[in-house]
């Protein structure tokens, strides 16, 4: 009997240490002209991998139309304090972009329009609630290009046909769900008929 409690005990030490490695997406998405007014917003859908750190994003915004976008995520180690990145993109480099404790930088690129790999450089503050979730809120971007911010959430296109609009997302990551594998359903109906047989011998 006390072989079958260890097998048990190992099969669900097993099963709950699965963990999903994708999240799935939803927000808003708002785009700033170059003198902060909203020109429009809508939502967003996509799917983050916390493990390569892709982040894929889309939607179809009133006066923009269907737009895609990408990138990597990076996360500052811990302990952190402060630090800047760059991010170069095929309309330029946005240099020293500030990225402080607690928060998450995204170099995404947008697609709408006919028009590629559009600039947004993306600085988060994460917060982590307890449904395991993770809330992504847009901050106004601090550069080289804007030592004090620009006055809105993201950072301004540098160049491009979108020179000076803003692009912003705040976001929620959702935990994916993850399909128990075959070999755990057949591991889990192995030990209950294990479970079974010590019983009736005991009996």
Same mark, same amino acid.
């Given at each position: 009997m006390s072989k079958v409690l260890t097998i048990m005990f190992f099969s669900v030490l097993f099963v709950g240490n699965v963990s999903a490695a994708t999240? $799935?997406? *939803?927000?808003?998405?708002?785009?700033?002209?170059?003198?902060?007014?909203?020109v429009s917003d809508g939502s967003?859908?996509?799917?983050?991998? $916390?493990? *390569?750190?892709?982040?894929?994003?889309?939607?179809?915004?009133?006066?923009?139309?269907?737009? *895609?976008?990408?990138?990597?995520?990076?996360?500052?180690?811990?302990?952190?304090?402060?630090?800047?990145? $760059?991010?170069? *993109?095929? #309309?330029?480099?946005?240099?020293?972009? #500030?990225?402080?404790?607690?928060?998450?930088?995204?170099?995404?690129?947008?697609?709408?329009?006919?028009n590629t790999n559009i600039d947004a450089a993306h600085v988060w503050d994460a917060t982590n609630n307890p449904d395991n979730s993770i809330s992504l809120s847009s901050t106004d971007v601090i550069s080289d290009f804007f030592p004090t911010g620009s006055g809105a959430p993201g950072?301004?296109?540098?160049?491009?046909?979108?020179?000076?609009?803003?692009?912003s997302v705040d976001l929620l990551l959702t935990p994916a769900a993850v399909p128990v594998p075959a070999a755990v359903w057949l591991f889990g109906s192995g030990f209950i008929v294990l479970f079974g047989a010590a019983r009736r011998k005991k009996a």
């Open positions: 999240y $799935d997406i *939803s927000g808003l998405f708002t785009l700033y002209g170059p003198d902060n007014s909203t967003v859908t996509g799917v983050y991998d $916390d493990v *390569s750190g892709a982040m894929n994003l889309g939607g179809n915004t009133a006066l923009v139309g269907a737009w *895609s976008a990408s990138g990597i995520i990076i996360i500052p180690p811990v302990p952190h304090t402060s630090g800047t990145y $760059d991010m170069t *993109s095929p #309309e330029g480099v946005i240099t020293g972009i #500030e990225v402080g404790a607690g928060q998450w930088f995204g170099p995404m690129f947008f697609n709408w329009g006919g950072h301004p296109s540098i160049s491009g046909p979108t020179v000076g609009f803003t692009y």
